[in-house]
């Protein structure tokens, strides 16, 4: 049974940095995509960035130049490094893994509970 779990949200001011992490365990990241999604209140859940097996990535506009996904294959382990932070950002985070090594189109087939950002002053 897979599971992943996220850590390593809290509160942050604008302007500042918050670094995700999403640990897998009953499955492999080897040869799967991973990604990073985002609901935000009142919105539906959005794709943050995507990264596959051999480190290609995919972001979202919102989020270009000022996050950055990462991967770990050997630890099963994912990270979203987050930098100048904006109160728009404020969401739950969830981690993903697909079956599938896309760097486009991902497609999600396991999710993990979610951290909360919060981006406020």
């Known amino acids: 049974q897979v599971q992943l779990v996220e850590s390593g949200g809290g509160l942050v001011q604008p302007g500042g940095s918050l670094r995700l992490s999403c640990a897998a365990s009953?499955?492999?990241?080897?040869?799967?995509?991973t990604a990073w999604y985002r609901r935000a209140p009142g919105k539906q859940r959005e794709l943050v960035a995507s990264?596959?097996?051999?480190?290609?990535?995919n972001y979202a506009d919102s989020v270009l130049g000022r996050f950055t996904i990462a991967r770990d294959n050997a630890k099963n382990t994912m990270y979203l490094q987050m930098n100048s932070l904006k109160p728009e950002d404020t969401a739950v985070y969830y981690c993903?893994?697909?079956?599938?090594?896309?760097?486009?189109?991902?497609?999600?087939?396991?999710w993990g509970q979610g951290t909360q950002v919060t981006v406020s002053a």
């Open positions: 993903s893994l697909s079956r599938y090594n896309r760097q486009y189109q991902f497609l999600p087939h396991y």
């Open positions: 990264i596959t097996s051999g480190s290609e990535t």
């Open positions: 009953g499955s492999t990241f080897r040869d799967r995509a």
